[in-house]
């Protein structure tokens, strides 16, 4: 399993963009990726991915296989 470090870390060399862990486990709910949810987290997400970075973090998500 791939940590969300190891996803920050290959946008960030790829991209030069820093993002955050709640839009990777925003973004993997939208493309069917299962996610526990955070124990802290109550209701809707607060800060959901911008769409602009969707596609980086699915690259990620292709680069490491995981869709």
């Known amino acids: 399993m791939v ?3 190891e996803i920050k870390e290959y ?3 790829n ?3 820093n993002i955050k862990s709640g839009w ?3 973004a993997k709910e939208i493309y069917g990726i299962p996610i526990k949810q955070a124990g ?3 209701g809707d997400r607060k800060w959901p991915c911008p ?3 969707l596609p980086l973090i ?3 998500f292709e680069h ?3 869709i």
Request: charged share 45%; no cysteine.
């Open 3 to 5: 940590r969300y470090q």
């Open 11 to 13: 946008v960030k060399k």
């Open 15 to 17: 991209h030069n963009k």
């Open 24 to 26: 990777i486990a925003h």
């Open 40 to 42: 802290n987290r109550k």
């Open 51 to 53: 769409k602009k970075n």
């Open 58 to 60: 699915k690259e990620a």
């Open 64 to 66: 490491f296989k995981m």
